[in-house]
């Protein structure tokens, strides 16, 4: 799973002070916070660690979030990115996952986008994002070695860019 966003998402149920179930996503998806309750869930699998590179945008590299929960899986941070390049950075990590799996799920936060190239939601971080010339060459890197199974975007918020 790849997973974009200026938000590490990895809040737990442990880790959480706010409670806020959109900040526990990657770690419900691999397993490790309310797994009970994901077991009900038909069909789910949890996706290991292993197998999770997670995109992150924060000021500093991966940050404490407020909720004190540390990235889940592989990061790969903006800062990074802007002073290595992609191929030195997420082509590093998405090589290493090749090794574990063929196939992927992309999650690309609206946020994971420079505000200066789109206008997304009212809450958005202080924080630079990716422009959508690496956005285009980090989804032709990981289609050059991963069949993408699915693709999900989110926190569009109309009220802000029509």
Same mark, same amino acid.
């Given at each position: 799973?790849?997973? &974009? ?9 442990? +880790? +959480? ?10 770690? #419900?998806?691999?397993? +490790? ?11 789910? %699998? ?14 500093? $590299? ?12 592989? $990061?790969?941070? %903006? #800062? ?22 063929? %196939?992927?799920?992309?999650? #690309?936060?609206?946020? +994971? ?5 789109? %206008?997304? &939601?009212k809450g958005r971080?202080?924080i630079t994002g ?32 029509s």
């Open positions: 799973m790849l997973w &974009f966003d200026a938000h590490s998402d990895a809040a737990t149920a442990d +880790t +959480t002070r706010s409670g806020f179930i959109e900040g526990m996503v990657v770690p #419900m998806i691999a397993g +490790t916070s309310y797994p009970a309750y994901c077991r009900q869930i038909p069909g789910f %699998k949890p996706i290991p660690a292993s197998r999770v590179i997670s995109v992150s945008l924060g000021s500093t $590299p991966w940050p404490i979030p407020p909720d004190g929960a540390p990235p889940v899986g592989t $990061p790969v941070h %903006k #800062m990074e990115i802007d002073r290595l390049g992609l191929d030195a950075t997420l082509g590093v990590a998405l090589d290493k996952l090749a090794q574990r799996c063929k %196939k992927v799920f992309i999650h #690309m936060d609206a946020d +994971t986008i420079d505000p200066q190239f789109y %206008k997304n &939601f971080p202080c990716l422009s959508p010339a690496q956005v285009s060459k980090a989804f032709a890197m990981i289609g050059a070695r991963f069949e993408i199974l699915a693709l999900d975007v989110g926190a569009f918020d109309p009220s802000v860019d």
